[in-house]
């Protein structure tokens, strides 16, 4: 059974910093592929960042250059490091499970079609 908890979620100051984690289970976790995505109040889900399972990476034009996505493949742990916040990145923040074989036939990592798993979320809140 696939399992994914989010954690780091809190509230910050404009300029600020928060590391949110991922634990996983129920998976091969260190050849899997992993994403954080976020949905905003009155916004869609969009993706931010997502991991393949030899460690490639893409982010977001919005988040670049701010936020790294990483893996523990010890711990079975997927972080999203976030630096720079601003008001616009307030949002409940998802861990998901990507379907590897998607990523080598679309150019477009970030969509949520790809998606096999969703964690609960974490809340995300940064102020002016």
């Known amino acids: 059974q696939v399992k994914l908890v989010e954690s780091g979620g809190g509230s910050v100051q404009t300029g600020g910093s928060l590391r949110l984690s991922c634990a996983a289970s129920g998976f091969i976790f260190t050849t899997s592929c992993m994403a954080w995505f976020r949905q905003g109040p009155g916004k869609e889900r969009e993706g931010v960042a997502a991991v393949n399972g030899v460690g490639m990476t893409a982010y977001a034009n919005s988040v670049k250059g701010r936020f790294t996505i990483s893996k523990d493949k010890a711990e079975n742990v997927l972080s999203l490091q976030m630096n720079s916040l601003q008001p616009d990145d307030t949002s409940i923040y998802y861990c998901?499970?990507?379907?590897?074989?998607?990523?080598?036939?679309?150019?477009?990592?970030?969509?949520?079609?790809?998606?096999?798993?969703w964690g609960q979320g974490t809340q995300v809140t940064v102020s002016s």
């Open positions: 998901a499970r990507l379907q590897c074989w998607l990523l080598s036939v679309r150019a477009d990592w970030l969509a949520t079609s790809l998606v096999s798993d």
